[in-house]
């Protein structure tokens, strides 16, 4: 794996957006990357960047210094790209997936890896959607992708998942490499506000309310996993099809947090409690492994007491990128049930992009110019 001597020159799109905020937030001071350009609509494009958000910047920290007065790229203009630009951060959502779609496709046949916060590509057979403690072998698949599409040999399309699994997931992933493979799962989300975006953030409607729907997020938050937990063929990426997950997802008047209440059924041999809580504490991937800047030192952080995890107290545990678990106990239906969390707009959004960047950056698909 390469080191990183340098920082690298990266571009952020959709950068007036929540998500595109939290990129900047968070990249501000990164060790390894650096924002040179930051683009997004036409409606932003050629204002200062502050003048873009036009008040509307959503962070509890201000704007960066390096960032305040930069002038804002169209997404569409590519001879605006700055030389050095080496890594594309995508917060991009247009209103037709397919135009997402193609527009980050654009960028790769640029020759710029692309990282992408959108679903448009996530089911794209030859694009690989990387939890980085769980499947980062699914980089491999990128020179598929580059030959499939005559990409060059820089440029490629890469996604993360939905902000809702990231509660879940890393523990049932835990668990089945620790030999216990898991055969069924439930899950009702309790999902925060922010995962709808400042209108759902001020929406009158969330007040002294839950909302039992939202849309598209349970098709999300039952499928996505079974890529991410599958393998690479020689057509591309195949759904893992020995786990079925069945999910409820619902809004909450909680601003940052989403919660997952989970139920699991183990397909043959059965962990006890304090097996399970031993697995989940040792959790580790290469991200841990090999210290990368945005990697929680323990992934999974479990609670004794009974009234955790929550959001107000946990989300921002390990600067956002752990996911806390508690409430673990036997149950009368299924094996067992627990509650989780993870901070959506973090592990779940940009914070969980950037670290699957610097994966990239360390298996050497991502290179300073």
Request: aromatic share 6%; with cysteine; charged share 25%.
């Amino acid at each position: 794996m390469q080191n990183v001597k340098e920082k690298i020159a990266v571009s952020v799109l959709g950068a007036t957006g929540m998500v595109g905020q939290n990129y900047l937030r968070i990249l501000e001071n990164h060790p390894w990357f650096q924002v040179v350009d930051v683009a997004a609509s036409p409606r932003s494009a050629g204002k200062k960047y502050v003048d873009a958000v036009d008040g509307n910047w959503l962070m509890s920290t201000n704007i960066p210094n390096s960032i305040k007065n930069r002038i804002v790229r169209d997404v569409r203009n590519f001879d605006a790209i700055p030389e050095n630009v080496a890594c594309v951060f995508s917060a991009m959502d247009l209103p037709e997936k397919a135009a997402t779609r193609d527009i980050e496709f654009e960028y790769a046949k640029a020759g710029y890896p692309l990282i992408s916060n959108s679903s448009a590509n996530r089911w794209t057979d030859d694009v690989p959607m990387i939890i980085p403690e769980i499947n980062p072998d699914h980089s491999d698949i990128i020179p598929m992708q580059q030959s499939n599409r005559n990409l060059p040999s820089s440029g490629f399309v890469a996604v993360k998942p939905n902000c809702s699994i990231q509660s879940y997931l890393v523990t049932l992933t835990a668990l089945e490499e620790a030999g216990f493979p898991v055969a069924k799962v439930q899950v009702t989300t309790l999902q925060a506000l922010s995962g709808g975006g400042q209108a759902t953030i001020s929406s009158l409607e969330m007040q002294d309310n839950v909302i039992p729907f939202i849309d598209g997020e349970e098709e999300k938050t039952e499928k996505e996993p079974l890529k991410i937990l599958g393998r690479i063929t020689e057509s591309g990426i195949q759904n893992i099809d020995r786990i079925e997950i069945s999910v409820i997802c619902t809004r909450v008047p909680v601003i940052d947090g989403h919660t997952a209440v989970v139920h699991v059924t183990f397909k043959e041999n059965i962990p006890t409690l304090d097996q399970i809580k031993s697995i989940w504490t040792d959790f580790k991937g290469i991200p841990q492994d090999q210290n990368f800047p945005m990697a929680p030192k323990q992934p999974i952080i479990y609670f004794e007491e009974e009234n955790r995890p929550q959001p107000k107290l946990d989300r921002n545990l390990e600067k956002g990128m752990a996911v806390s678990v508690g409430r673990l106990a036997e149950d009368k239906f299924f094996d067992i049930r627990y509650v989780a969390l993870s901070h959506n707009t973090v592990r779940g959004a940009a914070g969980g992009a950037i670290l699957m960047a610097e994966l990239l950056v360390k298996k050497g698909y991502i290179k300073r110019i």
